[in-house]
């Protein structure tokens, strides 16, 4: 086994309203699927229950290589905001990147 230290940004991007969005929900249920393991896509990392409506456990994990763009069948309209968060965080040269989707209430600080 070989260990090595990578340092790739974290970014958490706490977003209900994507995950509000009939479409993001409807792409969440496919990709979290267990026939999405049997067929060419790719699982995603999320404890979400297909089936079920979004709950704050629903996380998505993601790795982003902002260079690239996305083969993703996610909902446009979400690629964009998941985008425009990092390139707020990182700016424009945005490197490779771990984005962690959070479905939770928004807190006041």
């Given amino acids: 086994m070989e260990v090595q230290r990578d340092p790739v ?19 969440l249920n496919r990709v979290a699927s267990p026939d999405c393991a049997k067929s060419r896509m790719i699982p995603t990392a999320t404890w979400h229950v297909p089936g079920e409506r979004p709950s704050e456990v629903s996380d998505v994990f993601m790795v982003v290589d902002g260079a690239d763009g996305s083969d993703s069948d996610m909902p446009c309209f ?32």
């Fill in 9 to 27: 940004p974290l970014i958490r991007i706490n977003c209900p309203e994507l995950y509000a969005s009939g479409a993001f929900q409807s792409w």
């Fill in 78 to 109: 979400c690629w964009d905001r998941i985008q425009s968060a990092i390139r707020a965080i990182l700016g424009d040269a945005c490197p490779e990147c771990v984005v962690w989707l959070t479905n939770l209430e928004a807190t006041e600080e």
